[in-house]
């Protein structure tokens, strides 16, 4: 049987030093690779671009799209202003991520959205966000942690009934490195998970399509944790039509 073809969306990295500064590479950190590979499927990179037919061919060969974690998201994608504590962002990262979004629910293809790919998949359809944890009321757990990057942090409550509880059976801890949250859910996603202190963890999108979004890093635990190995083997099977 033929292994479904993953798109990872990928990120623009600006070469700081040397002969090529200045130069930007297109990239994906290597967890998300070996994730899918373990779990069934042919992991393709998808590199930013800003040509809608281009994006559009690139989705279309796919079996299921992943949002790759990556910089800060530009505010004014959400109607917002830039605060003190915003972190970089690539408007033109964002623009791709966002128009690749959109292709890929329109051609109905699963999509899982990884740490900032939770936080764009809710803006591309008219979610906002807190551009630092420190703007939530009642936000009390660190989710930026300094810890190595497989290593469980903090618990969070599973939905259930949701597609991840389906998966999971159940709460789960999870990783944490990021400082922005989800503020208003888009409309036609769900809340399927949340930290202790209220924070989003999961959202999922209404309807038959596998379209989930998470705030950890299950590819960097997918090695050593059953529980995250799963949530890719159930999108894997997601995208390849066996559910």
Not at 18 to 29: C, D, I, K, Q, T
Not at 124 to 129: H, Q, S
Not at 162 to 181: A, P
Request: one cysteine or more; glycine letters at 10%; charged letters at 20%.
């Amino acid at each position: 049987m033929k292994k479904p073809l993953i798109g990872i969306l990928g990120n623009l990295l600006l070469v700081e030093n040397g002969v090529f500064a200045g130069m930007e590479r297109s990239y994906v950190n290597n967890d998300y690779i070996e994730s899918v590979k373990n779990a069934g499927g042919v992991p393709i990179i998808i590199p930013p671009l800003e040509c809608i037919d281009v994006i559009k061919a690139q989705i279309n060969i796919l079996d299921g799209v992943i949002i790759s974690g990556g910089y800060d998201i530009n505010p004014l994608f959400y109607g917002d202003e830039p605060r003190e504590k915003l972190g970089h962002v690539h408007p033109l990262v964002d623009e791709f991520t966002v128009k690749a979004i959109k292709v890929a629910v329109q051609l109905g293809k699963p999509i899982l959205g990884i740490c900032k790919g939770i936080q764009i998949l809710n803006v591309a359809f008219g979610g906002t966000l807190y551009q630092d944890i420190s703007y939530m009321p009642g936000a009390f757990v660190k989710h930026s942690q300094n810890v190595e990057r497989h290593a469980a942090t903090h618990s969070i409550e599973v939905e259930k009934g949701s597609k991840l509880y389906q998966i999971t059976q159940g709460d789960i801890q999870v990783n944490s490195f990021h400082h922005e949250v989800l503020k208003d859910v888009a409309q036609g996603f769900k809340v399927t998970a949340r930290a202790k202190d209220g924070v989003v963890e999961a959202i999922e999108k209404e309807g038959e399509i596998f379209v989930m979004g998470v705030q950890w890093h299950p590819e960097m635990m997918a090695a050593t944790n059953e529980k995250m190995m799963k949530l890719f083997e159930r999108f894997i099977d997601e995208a390849g039509g066996k559910l």
